[in-house]
T-cell receptor
Framework: SQQGEEDPQALSIQEGENATMNCSYK?????LQWYRQNSGRGLVHLILIRSNEREKHSGRLRVTLDTSKKSSSLLITASRAADTASYFC??????????????FGKGTKLTVNP | SQTIHQWPATLVQPVGSPLSLECTVEGTSNPNLYWYRQAAGRGLQLLFYSVGIGQISSEVPQNLSASRPQDRQFILSSKKLLLSDSGFYLCALAAIRAGVRQTTDTQYFGPGTRLTVL
């Protein structure tokens, strides 16, 4: 199964509300990242949190990381219609060749209704 | 800053035809490069990654192949497309931090190619 899995799969909220998405993973990590994808577009990096960090903020985004539970959450405060997108978590996994790659979850589709 | 170009943006191909998708990057040297496929409404599946010219690692056995003829060029190919090859193909790069081992931080994605196989 996926290294990172987001839940819920879909989330619909009203503008101004907060949106919380969760990500669980299976193996130890160096960092965990969150990405956003607008429909039909490439992914855009939002925030990276390292394994020795517990919480990180960027504008209206707040990410937490609990390595003991192997989970992370992404909170978007005061949501806007423009936040409508799919959100993916990604964790680093070491390859057999010694480099690292990112493994993405299936994403949470967020709809913010005006 | 890094820029990633992908072309074509959209492609409709018949089953059994060949494929060549190109990705070129600017603004960085010796990046790790990645090809992902995203089926409709799904997450990203890593297909290939490359840590340098001529170095390709395959993640999923399939009828696709990849090549890296130049540091900033990454090509995805197929000799005969299948219906199941339809999807959204994304090229990405990661700038590498040197250290005890390579670590991967932020990945930057191209705009993608929408491939429909009929």
């Amino acid at each position: 199964s996926q290294q990172g899995e987001e839940d819920p799969q879909a989330l619909s909220i009203q503008e101004g509300e907060n949106a919380t998405m969760n990500c669980s993973y299976k193996t130890s990590i160096n960092n965990l990242q969150w990405y956003r994808q607008n429909s039909g577009r490439g992914l855009v990096h939002l925030i990276l949190i390292r394994s020795n960090e517990r919480e990180k903020h960027s504008g209206r985004l707040r990410v937490t990381l609990d390595t003991s539970k192997k989970s992370s959450s992404l909170l978007i405060t005061a949501s806007r219609a423009a936040d409508t997108a799919s959100y993916f978590c990604a964790t680093d996994v070491q390859t057999q060749g010694g480099s690292e790659k990112l493994v993405f979850g299936k994403g949470t589709k967020l709809t913010v209704n005006p | 800053s890094q820029t990633i170009h992908q072309w074509p943006a959209t492609l409709v191909q018949p089953v059994g035809s060949p494929l060549s998708l190109e990705c070129t990057v600017e603004g960085t040297s010796n990046p790790n490069l990645y090809w992902y496929r995203q089926a409709a409404g799904r997450g990203l599946q890593l297909l290939f990654y490359s840590v340098g010219i001529g170095q390709i690692s395959s993640e999923v056995p399939q009828n696709l192949s990849a090549s890296r003829p130049q540091d900033r060029q990454f090509i995805l190919s197929s000799k005969k497309l299948l219906l199941s090859d339809s999807g959204f193909y994304l090229c990405a790069l990661a700038a590498i931090r040197a250290g005890v081992r390579q670590t991967t931080d932020t990945q930057y994605f191209g705009p993608g190619t929408r491939l429909t196989v009929l």
